[in-house]
């Protein structure tokens, strides 16, 4: 056989394969990253409501024996406005539990 028939046989072999593979975060997968940044944007929500998240992006860690803090900065869009805030969280880095949130607005 030649190389073209076999990149011909490979592709119809494993096309269907390749084309429903899906993204970790599809099949119901998170991970501690992204528990975090979606506790960030549901707290950000929380005071909110009506606006719509934008883009989100973890801006520092900090990571000690018994406490670890990550910060979020979460654009939103409300009506006209758009704007930004910083979400804080703090936590017990072994149980998860979590210390304290803190969220600011931008100052523009």
Do not use: C
Request: aromatic share 12%.
């Amino acid at each position: 056989m030649n190389y073209g028939k076999i990149m011909i046989m490979l592709s119809l072999l494993l096309g269907p394969v390749i084309q429903d593979a899906k993204p970790v975060e599809s099949r119901g997968f998170t991970t501690a990253a992204d528990q975090w940044e979606t506790r960030a944007v549901k707290e950000a929500k929380k005071r909110y409501p009506l606006a719509q998240v934008l883009f989100k992006q973890k801006v520092w860690d900090r990571h000690r024996e018994k406490e670890s803090v990550k910060q979020y900065h979460i654009t939103l869009k409300d009506h006209a406005k758009e704007f930004g805030v910083f979400v804080t969280i703090s936590y017990n880095p072994y149980s998860n539990k979590v210390n304290k949130v803190i969220v600011v607005e931008e100052y523009s």
